[in-house]
């Protein structure tokens, strides 16, 4: 699916855009300038993944850092080159919701089940526990 979003932004002369960057986009846009851990709660990432996609929309010149009241924070807005873009976001963003719904009702377990579900799973054992606990059986195997 973010490959076809992807080629999506592609087709409409948008090169080099990753699709993880529309959300944070967007809510600058409707939020006006934002620290990253303000910015990561708004889109529900980790703080980490939130600076490490701020480095890089900055790196494309969609953001730009923004004073704020208290130094010791860092916020970002967006560029006009960004602004610009946002009228295309927000529809590729309503369209691929609505596109999300058409697929869950043609399957017989939506989309959004199975995050929750995959969510749910790894709150119970991390996704790190087990790939540890599988590299160490080939490891072992290796060894053999």
């Known amino acids: 699916m973010d490959r076809d979003i992807a080629a999506l932004y592609d087709d409409a002369g948008v090169h080099g855009f990753r ?3 529309s959300p ?3 809510q600058l846009a409707r939020h006006g300038p934002m620290t990253i851990r303000a910015l990561a709660d708004a889109v529900d990432v980790t703080h980490s993944a939130m600076s490490q996609t701020v480095a890089a929309m900055r790196g494309a010149g969609l953001v730009r850092s923004a004073h ?3 130094a010791r924070t860092r916020a ?4 006009p080159k960004a602004g610009q873009l946002v009228p295309f976001l927000e529809a590729e963003w309503r369209a691929t919701e609505r596109t999300v719904i058409e697929l869950e009702e043609e399957i017989p377990y939506p989309l959004s089940q199975v995050v929750r579900d995959i969510e ?3 709150r119970r054992r991390p996704f790190r526990d ?6 160490a059986e ?7």
């Open 130 to 135: 087990r790939l540890e606990e599988h590299l």
């Open 19 to 21: 699709p993880r960057f």
């Open 138 to 144: 080939y490891l072992d195997e290796a060894r053999r």
């Open 68 to 70: 704020t009241t208290d």
């Open 24 to 26: 944070a986009l967007i």
């Open 76 to 79: 970002v807005r967006l560029t």
């Open 120 to 122: 749910q799973a790894l």
